[in-house]
């Protein structure tokens, strides 16, 4: 692949073009499509004919504005189906819209790299938002002072190991309640009550296997469990499937000292003062000894 190939290609009397888009999702999966009415292989991908995907005019710019498309095309079993779609399995999906010679592949350019913003459906169809590199200097940077810790738990902030035993707990699915939203078992001992709280479910087996989620409530019920999620599996559980929780956190140093003998690495700052220090004001009748002022009492 050179510019200079594409260049001397676009410039003959005749062009053998193409639209191809490389799709790879957050679980690994890669899919290629194209608008040429054959297959066309890049990179080891066969980018698929037929799927009905075309694009809508990209805009760049040279400075740090956000580079933005749209990517349009029929819902089929055999391309991008309304099952995924529902999922989230697109969700934050990166994306490489290559301009390609489909006499020669090798001979291409590539017009675009990003990722998937939102996802619409209408009937058969479907419409993505393309969001280019840029779009992530619209994320905030930096730290911020307070009294709950900042990292994520178990990344290289926090450096605790979940795959410690005790910290995580492979079960099969028993009963399912409110849209894969509230799961509830039997038996499921070991662990204290709400140790799964702000923790997340892996789904690793069945039809939602690779989708996961955010565990809000964990509370131990007449010996069982019950376990409710933020949101629910958006794709269809059943009893039978292997299902992974992983401990959660609720950011607080007390927690990351006694539940996970974490303190050293803690990224909070619990000791900051409260808004009621803020606006605390000396008052008639207090002591003015000259010393710090807490919540309107003179020490």
Known sequence: MTSEAMTTHLAGATTTLCRAWTVTRRDGVVLGFTDHDRDVEIDGVVHRAGSGLTA???????????????????????????????????????????????????????????SLGEVGRKGAEFRAELRGLSDALNQPVGLSYARGCSAVLGDSRCRFDLTQPGYFSERILEGLERENRVFSFATFGGFDDRWFEF?????LTGAAAGLSGLVKSDRIKDGGRRIELWQGIRAALAAGDLVRFTVGCD??????????????????????????????????????????LQAGTST
């Open 56 to 114: 809508r005019a990209i805009q760049q710019g040279t400075g740090l504005a956000v580079d933005n498309s749209e990517a349009l095309g029929a819902l089929t079993d055999a391309a991008i189906s309304e099952t995924d779609l529902a999922a989230g399995r697109y969700d934050g999906a990166e994306v490489r819209l290559w301009l390609a010679n489909w006499a020669d592949p090798s001979v291409r350019a590539l017009l675009f790299r990003g």
């Open 199 to 203: 923790g997340r479910i892996d789904v």
């Open 251 to 292: 950011k607080r140093s007390e927690t990351c000292r006694e539940k996970f003998a974490n303190l050293l690495n803690f990224r909070g700052f619990p000791h900051i003062p409260g808004e009621d220090w803020l606006t605390a004001y000396p008052r008639a009748g207090q002591g003015s000894s000259g010393g710090s």
